[in-house]
């Protein structure tokens, strides 16, 4: 039986370890699903067992950040790191379970040990929870889940920790050569996974240049925007709606890997709004076509376009309502002199023109498209495979 003052810390402790332990799982076989190369629903919810969602828009930003994995140059998505959370929460959750069930004769020194060691997922957590609002700008509610787990985790362990707080100085030496073999415990299990999986992964390198090409070169007569890199090293091309979400994730992961500067972009806007776009027959993102006349009337078209991306939202929102209020919008954020220019019939020709380019070289009816070169960047390899992808078609660019 466990000892009264044992008995609760202990059984919360192995709650937080199991629940991030199933939190781990979750992001885990959602991050490996993605290895055939298909777009599939991700589990986010803070709800253990809820099924896979197509509306998790927070955690599949957080999937695709530079953040989710390391080692994304050398395997197609890298590791993730809820593999490490795995083995460290497996860790935790067996040596709960030994306290649990031990109580007292456990003896201090494994309690202050688990103590000390039982906060360092909190700290991790710490760490990503500042990365996920100020880098990702989202919260992915799986991620949410395992912050939760690693502070009830921390809270058993620090409770833990206070009823072996008496220790002798024979105690203290044994305190030391316990943490010390437990702490490279630790670091063995929380490494396995990710080592099993960095070797078992499998090479994508084949399928990188098997997503076709560009059929005709850009002209002057297709008007299109010509965005200079500060540091360019390669030429690009991209097929842009400044409304959709997807694009402006690949932003931020180009801005994340530190690529944008280095690439001297032509840029198609291609909004994916019936008001503009004849190949579709109803708006994917009404106002799309009114906010990429107002980036084509911008002084500064990249500035313009961060602008949307940055405003996305508040955007989306008021081309909803009607071409008024996002004119207004508009108005607003990127000044009169662009409200005025992106309703003339000059400018509503020119984005005719990017997209009678699209629809001469068969691009897909989709956003955002990457072209490096004439080859094009397959859908998959501009999200979690795009370091990896770079750093096989163009190294320079992620040196």
């Known amino acids: 039986m466990a000892s009264p003052s044992l008995k609760l810390p202990a059984a919360l402790a192995l709650a937080g370890s199991i629940l991030g332990l199933l939190f781990a799982a979750y992001s885990t ?7 055939d190369r298909g777009i599939h629903d991700l589990h986010c919810s803070v709800i253990p067992g809820m099924p896979p969602s197509s509306d998790a828009e927070a955690c599949r930003a957080a999937m695709y950040s530079p953040y989710s994995a390391i080692a994304r140059g050398a395997i197609w998505g890298g590791v993730p790191i809820s593999l490490f959370a795995l083995g460290a929460f497996s860790f935790f959750a067996t040596y709960a379970a030994f306290l649990l069930i031990r109580g007292a004769s456990s003896g201090r020194t494994a309690r202050l040990t688990f103590g000390v060691l039982g906060v360092t997922p909190l700290l991790v957590s710490l760490c990503m929870l500042v990365l996920a609002i100020t880098r990702v700008g989202a919260l992915c509610k799986t991620c949410v889940g395992i912050y939760i787990s690693s502070s009830l985790l921390a809270i058993g362990a620090v409770w833990i920790a206070t009823t072996g707080l008496r220790l002798t100085a024979r105690g203290s ?7 010390a073999t437990l702490a490279a415990a630790l670091g063995l299990a929380t490494a396995l996974p990710a080592v099993t999986y960095a070797a078992t992964a499998p090479d994508h390198s084949a399928h990188l240049e098997k997503c076709g090409s560009i059929k005709l070169a850009p ?55 019936s008001e503009c776009n004849w190949m579709l027959g109803e708006p994917l993102h009404p106002g799309a076509c009114l906010l990429s006349r107002a980036i084509l009337c911008a002084e ?24 008024t209020q996002l004119g207004q919008r508009i108005s607003a954020g990127l000044g009169d002199k662009v409200a005025a220019c992106m309703n003339s019939t000059k400018t509503k020709q020119r984005l005719n023109k990017h997209l009678h380019y699209a629809a001469e070289n068969n691009v897909p009816l989709s956003t955002p498209q990457m072209y490096l070169g004439q080859s ?19 190294p320079e660019l992620v040196q």
């Open 219 to 273: 002209e002057a007569k297709h008007e299109l925007l010509e965005l200079k890199g500060s540091d360019a090293r390669r030429e690009a091309m991209f097929f842009e709606d400044p409304l959709c979400p997807t694009c402006k994730a690949f932003h931020a992961r180009l801005l994340g890997e530190d690529v944008i500067d280095k690439l001297n972009t032509r840029l198609v806007l291609f909004p994916l709004d």
């Open 173 to 179: 030496d044994r305190l030391f050569a316990l943490a």
């Open 300 to 323: 500064d078209p990249r500035k313009a376009l961060e602008w949307s991306f940055d405003n996305q939202e508040d955007l989306a929102r008021a081309g909803k309502a009607g071409p």
């Open 29 to 35: 076989s959602d991050y490996a699903a993605h290895l």
């Open 376 to 394: 094009r960047i397959c859908d998959e390899d501009t999200d979690i495979g795009l370091r990896f992808t770079l750093r096989h078609l163009a």
